[in-house]
């Protein structure tokens, strides 16, 4: 029988959630049995045309190349599943969507007339259906293990929606926000990385974004309550996921 033939695309982003799948040491050689892979750099240079069964894609869109090209590839893609923070937000790069693109470019580059960019990093879904997307800056390498083997099964991925919370409740965390006032952004943060930060006694970054219906206005309300100032605030929801939708509304509103 044919394998399903695999594809991972990257656009603007740092590879890390590419890094997570070839991270999967002991799971490697069986996704690598069960699918064939037909495209992805970051692991061998053969790469093999498409059309393909299961295609990942990593990064933003910030370029009118980028714009075009995530077009083609979802025509070439029966499943096609954006992973990380920057496919599924626009990613850190989404803070040039808060400022002019152009005063980073003249900043950073000696000829910024070499630069093709575009004003805003936008999330993969903003410009093509998206059949599913994995949250996290990095990703969870499980929960990439279970969307692919889903998704080639025909079922729909078993992923939590749920927040830090649950997870830091579930390890017997201590929470920091109650015991120490800490601002912490896990009751609004999708689960995904085992509350690690409140593991070390920190509060939670957001990496993995927006939990669904993630309460920002009480959340920030709190925060206020324990001190913290609004430059602060509007910091802290405009860090990994700036562009997903309740993060953004709520930084606007403190801005
Ligand atoms: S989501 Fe984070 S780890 Fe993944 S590619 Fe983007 S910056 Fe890198
Ligand atoms: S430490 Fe953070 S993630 Fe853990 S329970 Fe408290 S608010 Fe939630």
Redesign the pocket.
């Known amino acids: 029988m044919k394998k399903p033939k695999l594809a991972v695309w990257k656009f603007s982003s740092c590879d890390g959630c590419q890094l997570s799948l070839l991270d999967c040491e002991d799971e490697l050689l069986a996704v690598a049995g069960a699918v064939e892979i037909a495209y992805f750099l970051e692991a061998s240079s053969a790469t093999v045309k498409g059309p393909y069964d299961l295609v990942l894609v990593e990064g933003s869109i910030t370029t009118p190349h980028d714009a075009e090209r995530i077009h083609e590839i979802r025509r070439s893609a029966k499943v096609l599943v954006s992973i990380g923070a920057c496919a599924t937000t626009g990613g850190i790069q989404a803070l040039r969507n808060f400022a002019h693109v152009g005063d980073f470019v003249s900043a950073v580059y000696a000829h910024p007339d070499y630069i093709s960019t575009l004003r805003t990093s936008t999330a993969i879904a903003d410009h093509v259906p998206v059949d599913f997307e994995l949250q996290g800056c990095p990703i969870n390498k499980a929960q990439l293990l279970e969307v692919v083997g889903a998704l080639l099964a025909g079922r729909r991925p078993n992923v939590p929606r749920h927040?830090?919370?649950v997870d830091?409740?579930s390890a017997g965390?201590p929470?920091?926000?109650?015991s120490r006032g800490i601002a912490?952004l896990?009751?609004v943060t999708q689960a995904g990385c085992g509350?690690l930060c409140?593991l070390y006694a920190r509060?939670?970054f957001g990496c993995f974004g927006p939990k669904e219906q993630a309460n920002t206005a009480v959340l920030a309300a709190h925060w206020r309550e324990i001190g913290v100032d609004e430059p602060s605030l509007v910091r802290a929801f405009r860090t990994f996921t700036a562009n997903a939708p309740d993060f953004r509304r709520e930084a606007t509103l403190h801005e």
């Open positions: 927040s830090v919370c830091c409740k965390v929470c920091v926000m109650v912490c896990g009751p509350a409140p509060g939670c």
